[in-house]
């Protein structure tokens, strides 16, 4: 529901801002990747393997290279380069050799003239595989073949351990972990593989520069980090790789490992017309990484008043077959396992493995979200087996400053967990809706042919938290590059990439606050101009590119001060608090801190569940969420009922089905995401306590609704059902006990 | 295979494979890319056009299906640099983030005012609930929905 009356394009921090992009994008002129067309331009395709785990005996493409329109089919025999990529550790190759590792993989390229002539040579593409016993059982992943030679993430400075297919493993011990509480509630909980489903499928568009290098316009997170992967599998130097963001239809997460940029380069360079490739849904869903499927298993000790003694929780990730940033992952379910919430106590053990299951990587809530369904869901055990009020157990419980998390680490800034509570819990909830009604508004909507007599009302509660921008010692960077005109205008350069979050706003918003003047131009996007942004993601890119451009802003002006010359061009890299690595032996801080931040996040969910049929409606949420200080509430608003709908689609619709390791609904008529007649109204409230190290104190506001939301929503559910409902997305079967 | 089509008021003429999805003809024989590629069967609805003025997913409907009609798509519905209401709308409401369902939703919501003009919160959700959003949660997009009845 708008709270927010905007009119204004052009703003200073703090003013709700309209996009400078929706004229375009309302009016279809705004460009997406798969919307660039080059001239000569041919359409790439990308052969990917029907086996989650085989040998590969003999590839044949001769067939293929005979066939009308056919300009090129590359194998791996034609990488140039480095024959293995990866975003942290460089495990996946360009193109299969010798073996593949999930459904889906990349095993060989052509490039064609019309799209489906590439599709049929691909088709044509002979490929002998010997299949190989598959891995799809994370749990005993530990005890199977390595699926891996060497170990890819081992030397990294992690925790030592010699069982196979481990990516990472962590332990946080904190205080006495064999304490006992006067009261123990313990709980198994799983989480199901989700999916970004971006509405843009990946693509994009490499075009040959004719001296060897190439110009690769894409939809992506991190444009640097895209182009220290793409050059050395290319053979090239990172100058020769020139990344330009093109318009990005959605991200969350699923952006931030390479799609297209390497094979279109490579069909690019090969055949030396441009490439574009353009995925279609179903290979958008085998082609890009997802959420970590999780089991995790808690043990939650209190005092016989409430109070948390010690938490016990164990972890199991499923990475799939590559690393991608499985390891981040881990440790952010750890470090965040417990939640925002006081204790003395705990053990918190977290494993990420290789699986032939899809890989999984970043998606938006990065490990928390995970966590967040399985700890809170403890916590209302809790609060039952006490029979205290659950919000007022959170209260008790609450974190905040100068508290001390289960890594050793204090919390030094802004860090308002229980006004946040207290703020979401103060938000009226609507009075129940009497039956029979229109049966668009009972669960199962109008599929729903009963009068609402199974129909049950249940009101839930529950808080998240999660860090804002890198952590564990990444050195994270954002540059801003200002030049001021003489004309008194000013342009920006910033490699921010926009993925729809609004970060042009705020990049535009806050030069314009730091000059003093309207006439500010935000420049394309690209690795040509300036530095790197590092990556939009981890809830980071509005601190640190809020905080480049004011650094440039300020640095332009003094000096134009100090020289009195009348065009400035200055760039500045701005960097926020150090961290420092998790001891790897007890998963405690080894400098003032490993991580930079943190952002919270209550919400109050009411949902009916019909009994008899296993349907649910969620009917109304309200939420109160940490921002530090809102720099757009308009558009902060817009991440918060987003992120919300996405963590209410993990609840009840959204899973990533595989069999044997096999993807069996990579598609929208199988994998569901919400609907307009999904989503209930949201009602927000901003809790504005600066954050002190942030630039306007402003932290990052994309996750933590997602952290929250499918934790709330299932609290609902329990209280409508009084069903255990320990696993996400929750089925009919569940709610009505087969 | 040649087609002859009318859209947005202007005759165009292409050849075209006979696989080709009128999407497809759109945006990559004709250079009207705003109609979004994003599941291309039917389920998402950011192809949505107006054929012969019905509402459709232009990624069902073969590009040959098309010939001898008429197709407005969301390139068609401002005039030069004055959006249409409900485009107005969605700028105002905040109702757009990456966009690139925004195509569809314009349209069907022109669709949906078409035939209703006052529609309830109800028949806004019924009617948009072929178009999948991602980046929204869709409260926005039901404020720009009632804002341009309204306007």
Same mark, same amino acid.
């Given at each position: 529901m708008s709270t927010v009356a905007a009119t204004p394009t052009v703003g200073r921090v703090g003013d709700s801002v309209l996009r400078l992009d929706g004229p375009p994008k309302v009016k279809g002129e705004f460009a997406y990747s798969s919307d660039l067309q080059a001239a000569g331009m041919l359409w790439g395709h990308t052969l990917r393997s029907p086996y989650p785990h085989a040998r590969i005996v003999e590839i044949d493409i001769s067939q293929a290279l005979t066939m009308a329109g056919i300009h090129a089919v590359l194998t791996h025999e034609d990488v140039p380069g480095a024959r293995t990529y990866g975003l942290e550790f460089p495990d996946q190759p360009v193109l299969a050799s010798d073996r593949v590792?999930?459904?889906?993989?990349?095993?060989?390229?052509?490039?064609?003239?019309?799209?489906?002539?590439?599709?049929?040579?691909?088709?044509?593409?002979?490929?002998?595989?010997?299949?190989?016993?598959?891995?799809?059982?994370?749990?005993?992943?530990?005890?199977?073949?390595?699926?891996?030679?060497?170990?890819?993430t081992a030397g990294h400075g992690y925790r030592d351990d010699p069982r196979p297919n481990v990516v990472r493993h962590m332990v946080i011990r904190h205080g006495d972990p064999e304490i006992e509480g006067e009261v123990t509630v313990s709980g198994v909980y799983d989480v199901g593989i989700q999916d970004q489903a971006f509405l843009g499928p990946e693509s994009g568009l490499a075009v040959p520069d004719g001296e060897g290098g190439v110009d690769i316009y894409v939809a992506t997170q991190w444009l640097h980090v895209d182009r220290d992967q793409v050059a050395?599998?290319?053979?090239l130097e990172p100058e020769q790789v020139r990344i330009h963001l093109a318009g990005v239809g959605g991200a969350f997460g699923g952006r931030e490992d390479l799609s297209m940029q390497l094979h279109g380069a490579l069909l690019a360079l090969h055949t030396s017309r441009p490439i574009k490739i353009v995925y279609n849904r179903e290979e958008s869903f085998v082609g890009h990484i997802h959420r970590h499927p999780?089991?995790?298993?808690?043990? $939650?000790?209190?005092?016989?008043?409430?109070?948390?003694?010690?938490?016990?929780?164990?972890?199991?990730?499923?990475?799939?077959?590559?690393?991608?940033?499985?390891?981040?992952v881990a440790s952010n379910a750890a470090s965040f396992a417990v939640g925002p919430y006081r204790v003395d106590n705990a053990l918190i053990e977290a494993t990420a493995v290789y699986t032939n299951n899809p890989p999984c990587g970043a998606m938006r809530g990065f490990g928390a979200v995970q966590t967040c369904f399985a700890a809170e869901a403890q916590m209302d055990l809790l609060a039952a087996a006490l029979d205290i009020d659950p919000i007022e157990l959170r209260l008790l419980n609450a974190l905040g400053p100068g508290d001390t998390l289960p890594t050793g680490q204090v919390v030094d800034g802004s860090c308002p967990v229980a006004e946040t509570i207290r703020a979401a819990a103060a938000i009226p909830i609507p009075a129940a809706e009497a039956l029979p009604r229109d049966p668009i508004r009972l669960p199962g909507g109008a599929g729903n042919t009963t009068r609402g007599e199974g129909v049950q009302r249940g009101v839930g509660f529950a808080v998240g938290f999660k860090n804002i921008c890198y952590s564990e010692g990444f050195d994270d960077s954002c540059a801003a590059r200002v030049v001021l005109h003489a004309d008194g205008s000013a342009e920006v350069h910033c490699a921010a990439a926009e993925v729809g979050q609004g970060v042009v706003g705020v990049i535009l918003q806050v030069a314009r606050t730091e000059l003093g003047i309207d006439a500010v131009t935000l420049m394309p996007h690209t690795t040509a101009t300036v530095g790197s942004a590092g990556s939009a993601s981890a809830s980071r890119m509005t601190w640190m590119a809020a905080g480049?451009?004011?650094?440039? #802003?300020?640095?332009?002006?003094?000096?134009?001060?100090?020289?009195?010359?009348?065009?400035?061009?200055?760039?500045?890299?701005?960097?926020?608090?150090?961290?420092?690595?998790?001891?790897?032996?007890?998963?405690?801080?080894?400098?003032?801190?490993?991580?930079?931040?943190?952002?919270?996040?209550?919400?109050?969910?009411?949902?009916?569940?019909?009994?008899?049929?296993?349907?649910?409606r969620v009917v109304w949420i309200g939420t109160a969420q940490d921002v530090g200080r809102a720099i757009n509430p308009l558009a902060l608003e817009g991440q918060i009922e987003g992120g919300t709908a996405q963590g209410l689609g993990l609840a009840v619709m959204e899973e990533i089905q595989t069999r044997d390791g096999r993807i069996t609904n990579a598609s929208f008529t199988d994998y569901l995401i919400p609907t307009t007649l999904d989503m209930p109204p949201v009602e927000s409230v901003l809790i504005e306590v600066p954050e002190p190290s942030a630039p306007y104190g402003a932290k990052g506001v994309g996750e933590p609704p997602t952290v929250v939301a499918a934790a709330a929503v299932v609290s609902a559910m329990r209280a409508a059902t009084g069903k255990p409902l320990t696993r996400i997305p929750v089925r009919p079967d569940e709610i009505v006990g087969l | 295979m040649k087609i002859t089509l009318t859209v947005n008021g202007e005759r165009r003429e292409t050849e075209a494979w006979g696989g080709e999805s009128l999407l497809y003809v759109l945006r990559e024989r004709l250079d009207l890319p705003g109609s979004k590629n994003a599941c291309e069967q039917g389920e #998402?609805?950011?192809?949505?056009?107006?054929?012969?003025?019905?509402?459709? #997913?232009? #990624?069902?409907?073969?590009?040959?299906?098309?010939?001898? $009609?008429?197709?407005?798509?969301?390139?068609?519905?401002?005039?030069?640099?004055?959006?249409?209401?409900?485009?107005?709308?969605?700028?105002?409401a905040g109702a757009v983030q990456c966009g690139f369902c925004t195509p569809g939703l314009v349209v069907a919501t022109v669709d949906l005012l078409e035939s209703n003009p006052s529609p309830s919160d109800d028949e806004i959700r019924e009617a948009l609930s072929g178009n999948l959003c991602r980046c929204t949660g869709y409260a926005k997009i039901f404020d720009a929905v009632r804002q341009a009845a309204a306007s």
């Amino acid at each position: 529901m708008s709270t927010v009356a905007a009119t204004p394009t052009v703003g200073r921090v703090g003013d709700s801002v309209l996009r400078l992009d929706g004229p375009p994008k309302v009016k279809g002129e705004f460009a997406y990747s798969s919307d660039l067309q080059a001239a000569g331009m041919l359409w790439g395709h990308t052969l990917r393997s029907p086996y989650p785990h085989a040998r590969i005996v003999e590839i044949d493409i001769s067939q293929a290279l005979t066939m009308a329109g056919i300009h090129a089919v590359l194998t791996h025999e034609d990488v140039p380069g480095a024959r293995t990529y990866g975003l942290e550790f460089p495990d996946q190759p360009v193109l299969a050799s010798d073996r593949v590792r999930y459904y889906g993989e990349p095993v060989a390229l052509v490039a064609a003239e019309h799209p489906e002539q590439a599709r049929r040579a691909a088709a044509a593409i002979r490929v002998v595989y010997e299949e190989l016993p598959v891995v799809s059982d994370m749990e005993r992943a530990t005890e199977m073949e390595p699926l891996h030679e060497g170990r890819p993430t081992a030397g990294h400075g992690y925790r030592d351990d010699p069982r196979p297919n481990v990516v990472r493993h962590m332990v946080i011990r904190h205080g006495d972990p064999e304490i006992e509480g006067e009261v123990t509630v313990s709980g198994v909980y799983d989480v199901g593989i989700q999916d970004q489903a971006f509405l843009g499928p990946e693509s994009g568009l490499a075009v040959p520069d004719g001296e060897g290098g190439v110009d690769i316009y894409v939809a992506t997170q991190w444009l640097h980090v895209d182009r220290d992967q793409v050059a050395p599998c290319l053979g090239l130097e990172p100058e020769q790789v020139r990344i330009h963001l093109a318009g990005v239809g959605g991200a969350f997460g699923g952006r931030e490992d390479l799609s297209m940029q390497l094979h279109g380069a490579l069909l690019a360079l090969h055949t030396s017309r441009p490439i574009k490739i353009v995925y279609n849904r179903e290979e958008s869903f085998v082609g890009h990484i997802h959420r970590h499927p999780a089991r995790m298993w808690c043990e $939650h000790r209190a005092t016989r008043d409430g109070r948390l003694v010690n938490v016990r929780m164990r972890i199991l990730l499923d990475g799939g077959a590559y690393a991608s940033s499985s390891t981040a992952v881990a440790s952010n379910a750890a470090s965040f396992a417990v939640g925002p919430y006081r204790v003395d106590n705990a053990l918190i053990e977290a494993t990420a493995v290789y699986t032939n299951n899809p890989p999984c990587g970043a998606m938006r809530g990065f490990g928390a979200v995970q966590t967040c369904f399985a700890a809170e869901a403890q916590m209302d055990l809790l609060a039952a087996a006490l029979d205290i009020d659950p919000i007022e157990l959170r209260l008790l419980n609450a974190l905040g400053p100068g508290d001390t998390l289960p890594t050793g680490q204090v919390v030094d800034g802004s860090c308002p967990v229980a006004e946040t509570i207290r703020a979401a819990a103060a938000i009226p909830i609507p009075a129940a809706e009497a039956l029979p009604r229109d049966p668009i508004r009972l669960p199962g909507g109008a599929g729903n042919t009963t009068r609402g007599e199974g129909v049950q009302r249940g009101v839930g509660f529950a808080v998240g938290f999660k860090n804002i921008c890198y952590s564990e010692g990444f050195d994270d960077s954002c540059a801003a590059r200002v030049v001021l005109h003489a004309d008194g205008s000013a342009e920006v350069h910033c490699a921010a990439a926009e993925v729809g979050q609004g970060v042009v706003g705020v990049i535009l918003q806050v030069a314009r606050t730091e000059l003093g003047i309207d006439a500010v131009t935000l420049m394309p996007h690209t690795t040509a101009t300036v530095g790197s942004a590092g990556s939009a993601s981890a809830s980071r890119m509005t601190w640190m590119a809020a905080g480049a451009v004011q650094d440039a #802003c300020r640095a332009a002006l003094e000096e134009r001060e100090r020289t009195g010359s009348a065009e400035v061009d200055v760039e500045r890299v701005h960097r926020h608090p150090r961290t420092t690595p998790l001891d790897p032996e007890t998963g405690q801080i080894t400098g003032e801190r490993a991580h930079v931040a943190l952002a919270c996040s209550a919400m109050r969910v009411v949902a009916e569940v019909d009994v008899e049929l296993g349907l649910t409606r969620v009917v109304w949420i309200g939420t109160a969420q940490d921002v530090g200080r809102a720099i757009n509430p308009l558009a902060l608003e817009g991440q918060i009922e987003g992120g919300t709908a996405q963590g209410l689609g993990l609840a009840v619709m959204e899973e990533i089905q595989t069999r044997d390791g096999r993807i069996t609904n990579a598609s929208f008529t199988d994998y569901l995401i919400p609907t307009t007649l999904d989503m209930p109204p949201v009602e927000s409230v901003l809790i504005e306590v600066p954050e002190p190290s942030a630039p306007y104190g402003a932290k990052g506001v994309g996750e933590p609704p997602t952290v929250v939301a499918a934790a709330a929503v299932v609290s609902a559910m329990r209280a409508a059902t009084g069903k255990p409902l320990t696993r996400i997305p929750v089925r009919p079967d569940e709610i009505v006990g087969l | 295979m040649k087609i002859t089509l009318t859209v947005n008021g202007e005759r165009r003429e292409t050849e075209a494979w006979g696989g080709e999805s009128l999407l497809y003809v759109l945006r990559e024989r004709l250079d009207l890319p705003g109609s979004k590629n994003a599941c291309e069967q039917g389920e #998402c609805g950011s192809c949505s056009v107006l054929l012969d003025g019905t509402l459709v #997913c232009s #990624c069902l409907v073969l590009g040959a299906q098309a010939d001898g $009609h008429e197709v407005t798509t969301v390139e068609g519905l401002a005039d030069g640099d004055r959006l249409h209401k409900v485009q107005e709308a969605y700028v105002q409401a905040g109702a757009v983030q990456c966009g690139f369902c925004t195509p569809g939703l314009v349209v069907a919501t022109v669709d949906l005012l078409e035939s209703n003009p006052s529609p309830s919160d109800d028949e806004i959700r019924e009617a948009l609930s072929g178009n999948l959003c991602r980046c929204t949660g869709y409260a926005k997009i039901f404020d720009a929905v009632r804002q341009a009845a309204a306007s």
